[in-house]
């Protein structure tokens, strides 16, 4: 499946129950596809901003090759205290051990107004629990426990920083004004969902797939885990690569409607998830970070002309999440009908 140029159709999704967008027209069980262990670049964020010129224009530069070659990358030294890392995930394991299945319940989807959405699904396609809440502008969380609200809220509060710190540096190596993303996607009114997800051992799933093939709606997803492994994105070169994120490091990778903004010079990458190696359960917390909902996303003028013409249709964020006659909260991807 990994092998030819994007043909795009359309199968259940990931981490936030996305629709899943094959990388291929080649019909290969996702089970079946062997991943490689590959470097990923890994941006230093803090250098991102210094105050020597040469230090920041060498990080600068990677992050341009990062998104260029790779569509996804580790962040470092991003200023999001170990803690608060920890602290989240250890929130989230709070949540599904302590709380009973029934309370769970409770948050399963219900109406188009839901803020929190639980689920769990094992079956061959599809192996994990997971919860999902509105993250920002405004902040959504079980009342039960405590410890995962008071989690949850300082985790998202620090990173309200990298992520505006990281449209100002991707502003700039686009050769845009600074605050042009931070402006063009609303990002203080963006429409941020998070997606917890618990992933079983292998023994106890019911197939290989914790979470089929997908890309993600948003500006970009950062991701952060308790224990590596499982979740490999296809590269630029058409090969799977397994990704382990350096201990309290997030992963980021380039969302739909950043791929849509540049008119295709950045794209969305596809990613799954698989349990098959999982020796014991894993955590693991993706936060699709979005453009406001009243946002309309089309390709900014500097990125169409005569050789690059006009790839993607306008559409509001939050048309765009209801295309497929899904909920908000389920981020789904409509990459493919915003294709011309």
Known sequence: MAQTSPVHTQETCEHTNITSVP???????MDSVLAVDEDIPTIDFLMLFSDDPIQQSKALDNLSNACDEYGFFYLVNHGVPDSVIEGALEGIADFFEVTKEEERKEYVKSSPADRIMWGLNSHAGENREYLKVVAHPQ??????PASLSEALEE?????????????????????????????????????DVSAMNVYPPNFQSKGSIGVPSHTDPGFFVSLIQDVNGGLRVLSHKGKWINVYIPRNAFLIQIGDHLEVLTNGKYKSHIHQVVVDNNKVRRISLATLHGPSLDTFVIPATKFVDHFHPLGYRGMTYKESLEANG????????????LRL
């Not at 990388?23 to 069980?29: G, Q, V």
């Not at 985790?155 to 990298?162: A, S, T």
């Open 23 to 29: 990388f291929s027209n080649i019909n290969i069980p």
């Open 155 to 191: 985790y998202f509060k620090r990173f309200q920083d990298v992520k505006i710190g990281l449209a100002r540096a991707i502003s700039k190596i686009l050769g845009l004004e600074e605050f042009y993303i931070e402006k063009f996607f609303n990002l203080k009114s963006g429409f």
């Open 326 to 337: 899904h909920h908000e909260i389920e981020v789904q991807s409509c990459l493919e009908q």
């Open 139 to 144: 902040f959504h969380c079980p009342a039960k």
